[in-house]
Every structure is written in structure tokens, then in C-alpha cells.
């Protein structure tokens, strides 16, 4: 099956401070890659959707500002968490698709913002 | 996207086999069954997609009814690596058009007791 990796696994942070999480498809080209969070004992929320080379499409109640989203190229996708607080402590999860149409999720990172 | 019904959970016993039902009596003639399941602290993991015949892979098995309304994933010898979340969603086949989402609902808690 497909593969996807998320990097890092675990991040803790200080409120205020910015970070960044890494989403690679590593053997298949994702034209479309989601970010997901999910908060304990919840299912996933999708946050936003990013084709390659287009600004992501954000959900409803998603801030855009907030949650930026990279998708520069096939293989990478980037969330960056701006002014973390610890509201936006959460498992966060993305997903490549490429041209067989499903969806592979990476293994996930779990944020904390103290 | 049609929405799916699966029960919140059950107890299955090691070795034998699991069927996990779901219910989707809306879904339209262009929309496909997948299932995905997360175990614990892991991103979602794919198993299995039909649209309206039976599918098998080295996974599970797929049973969608004649009438499309409800489906049945079968996993054949349960192990207790097999404890987990379980989510029947249904979706149209991905296009730029239509949209790529996965809504995820609660899913089915599958528990694998020795």
C-alpha cells in the first residue's frame, strides 16, 4: 500500500510559539493531500483540502490564518500552527491521494501547546 | 456524501471471524463504500473500497447488499492486532468536481479478546 510519513511524531511547544509539521508521500505522487485533527475520544475533522500548487480550501470554522498549508509539491505537504495555545493541542493528521483515488494517512502528530 | 450507520462497538474472539456492519441506505448510484480503521494513537489505515460488487484483499473482505443500502466487512481470523476503531464511509469517486472528502463518523469498536 501507500505510504505516508509525518514528521514530527510529537511536538510540545510554549504558547505563542509557531510549528510546523511535515507530510510526505513516499512512494506515490499526491495531487491532493488533507489535514485532519482529532481531538481525544472524537473521530478526525477534516481541516483542510490542498491540490498541488493551489492554496488549500479550508473548512468551516477552520482559520486560514491561523493553519497555513503548503502544498509546493507532489510528494509535500506542510501545517504550520501560528501562535499555538493550548486549545490547539490535538492529534493532526494528513493524507495524500494521488491517482488511485484513496486516501493513505500518514501516522499522525501529536501536538501539545503548554 | 451519503451518511453511514455502524454500531459503537463489539467483542470479537480471537480467531474467528468479524463482521462489522454498516448501514447507508442513501447512497447514491456514484458513491463507493470504503473502510478504514485506526487503532490506537495511529493515523487511519485503508482496508477495503467497493461500489457495488463483493471485494477481497489480503485484508478483508467486502459484502455490499444488492440494493446498495448496507454492507458487511469481514475480517476472516481475527487476531487481537485487530482491536480497533473501524469506519464505514461513503463517497463519490474522487474529482476535482465532485470533492475528495472522507467524513468520518464514529466508526464501530472493535475489541479482540483472546
Known amino acids: 500500500g501507500a505510504v505516508v510519513s509525518q514528521h514530527p511524531s510529537r511536538v510540545i511547544c510554549k504558547s505563542g510559539t509557531s510549528v510546523k509539521i511535515e507530510c510526505r508521500s513516499l512512494d506515490f505522487q499526491a495531487t491532493t493531500m488533507f489535514w485532519y485533527r482529532q481531538f481525544p475520544k472524537q473521530s478526525l475533522m477534516l481541516m483542510a483540502t490542498?491540490?498541488?500548487?493551489?492554496?488549500?480550501?479550508?473548512e468551516q470554522g477552520v482559520e486560514k490564518d491561523k493553519f497555513l498549508i503548503n502544498h509546493a509539491s507532489l510528494t509535500l505537504s506542510t501545517l504550520t500552527v501560528t501562535s499555538a495555545h493550548p486549545e490547539d493541542s490535538s492529534f493532526y493528521i494528513c493524507?495524500?491521494?494521488?491517482?488511485?483515488?484513496?486516501?493513505?494517512f500518514g501516522p499522525g502528530t501529536r501536538l501539545t501547546v503548554l | 456524501d451519503a451518511k453511514t450507520t455502524q454500531p459503537t462497538s463489539m467483542d470479537c474472539a480471537e480467531g474467528r471471524a468479524a463482521n462489522l456492519p454498516c448501514n447507508h441506505s442513501?447512497?447514491?448510484?456514484?458513491?463507493?463504500v470504503y473502510w478504514y480503521r485506526q487503532i490506537h494513537s495511529q493515523g487511519p489505515q485503508y482496508i477495503i473500497h467497493?461500489?457495488?460488487n463483493n471485494e477481497t484483499n489480503e485484508m478483508a473482505s467486502l459484502i455490499i447488499t444488492e440494493d446498495r443500502k448496507s454492507s458487511t466487512l469481514i475480517l476472516p481470523h481475527a487476531t487481537l492486532r485487530d482491536t480497533a476503531v473501524y469506519y464505514c464511509i461513503v463517497r463519490v469517486a474522487a474529482s476535482k468536481a465532485a470533492g475528495n472528502k472522507l467524513t468520518f463518523g464514529g466508526g464501530t469498536r472493535v475489541l479482540v479478546k483472546p
Open positions: 493524507s495524500g491521494q494521488g491517482a488511485t483515488d484513496t486516501q493513505y
Open positions: 490542498s491540490n498541488e500548487g493551489s492554496k488549500a480550501t479550508y
Open positions: 467497493g461500489l457495488k
Open positions: 442513501t447512497i447514491s448510484g456514484n458513491e463507493y
